[in-house]
């Protein structure tokens, strides 16, 4: 009985490695100091090293995956925030051999023991290099909307204004929390002949971009003229959600 019992137990053993070997997320086992016990098959194939490489040394320690300074010392907290007991969620870039990176969000805690024992810990590590990707694409155009020498202004569809970035204040002399919430026709960017206004329409029903010279007023009342470009934004069943309207003032030329 008690054999039959131990064969179960190992197949049961077996077969949860083999579940964990195959899970789509990295899953590893530090020890104490976060020297790697072992790493999971989808691991070692996202990092393409073999356990041998890997066996008791840190991620820092294993000279392709090029873990800066900053990032060792900011994973070894984390490991102590684990050991110590907390549930500790960190993000981690890693190199790989063909050059490439990947980013991986790790859910480190301890792996419970007898009282006495210091604490394995379990690391669960999901890839999210696609996600850091669209968040530095989107930081960057952050960035870009808000340095740009251009006055960029975005309306829903109704033609209120969502936002502005400051080269827009500067040229019309508006704050932004003043402009948010506003139509643009209320703005003053209705002033010009009606053929042109009708031109506006038509190119945006039609070919959802239109660009050309508008006349139209700062906050003082003063006139400008700008060069503008105004380009629907539709969503993937091609409803219009927005306009992005990029302005260029030309009144000193």
Known sequence: ??????????????????????????????????????????????????????????????????????????????VAQAVAGAAVTHELTLGRPDGAAITLELSIRAIPRDRGWTADLLVEGRDISKRKSVEDKLHLAAAVFEQAREGFVIADRDGCVVTVNQAFCEISG???????????AALGFDIGRRDVRRQVRTALQTSGHWQGEVRTARKDGSLYTCWAAITQQRDANGVVTHYIGILNDITQF
Do not use: K
């Not at 020297?35 to 989808?42: D, E, F, K, Q, V």
């Open 174 to 184: 508006y704050d932004v929390d003043e402009l948010q919430g506003q139509h643009t």
């Open 1 to 78: 009985v008690q054999t039959l019992r131990g064969r179960r137990s190992m197949q049961r053993e077996r077969l949860a490695n083999r579940l964990i070997d195959r899970s789509p997320h990295l899953v590893c086992v530090l020890d104490p100091s976060g020297a790697l016990r072992h790493m999971n098959g989808t691991g070692r194939h996202w990092l393409a090293v073999a356990h041998p490489q890997i066996a008791g040394r840190r991620f820092d320690e294993i000279p392709t995956l090029a873990v800066a300074v900053a990032q060792a010392r900011a994973l070894q907290d984390a």
